[in-house]
């Protein structure tokens, strides 16, 4: 047993008598525990999936990759990566995260990928530059979320996921470099020439474009021919 009465396997009181540096590790928020014993420490990868955190638990320095799936955070601050510049990835997905700090993730300046699918989402939080995955399918986000310019300046950003969310139009300014586009069960309504192509420019193609699926929205797309003008396949979804 622990001083706070929880109990402790055998496995886990042998690795609080052999490695003292775990104990270096400030505690988190949510528990007693230092984060390498509440969650699993390897080799710059922080694994802290289906423990029912409640707050991101401070990470050891020169973290690499953060899991967090499937625990109750609702609120990302600020301060969660201030001194962790290392990130690569961070997976949040199938949380409750409703409010997201501004410059949370700004200064991340290696973070590539980043999930937060399944939370409550209204907005988009500002992304760091060199993202080149985002997932946030299955959100509540609608269109006045999304800044005009948010994907504008990602441009290493490949793969964009926004389906099952209130988008009512597609997000303005997308990159080109993006090969994938999710925006399936949305309520857009609307398409506009300069979309995906630029109206003023016939010869213009989106060479990297590999897929756009739109499916599960209200809008009929084959009277929006002009608005794929420039793209070598036509967007999933309903034509008639």
Known sequence: LTKDGTNVSLDTSLML??????????????????????CVCLSGSVYCEEIDIEAVPPLPKETAYLYARFNKIKRIAASDFADIPTLRRIDFSGNRIEEIEDGAFSKLLL???LSLAENRLVKLPVLPPKLTTFNANQNRIKSRGIKANAFKKLTNLAYL?????ALESVPLNLPESLRILHLQYNNITTITDDTFCKSNNTRYIRTRMDEIRMEGNPIVLAKHVNAFS??????VGTYY
């Open 17 to 38: 008598q052999s490695d003292d540096s775990q104990l270096d590790v400030p505690p988190t928020k949510d528990t007693n525990l230092p984060t390498c014993l509440l």
């Open 111 to 113: 973070l590539e990928e």
């Open 161 to 165: 996921y926004l389906g099952h969310n």
């Open 230 to 235: 420039c793209l070598r396949m036509l967007p």
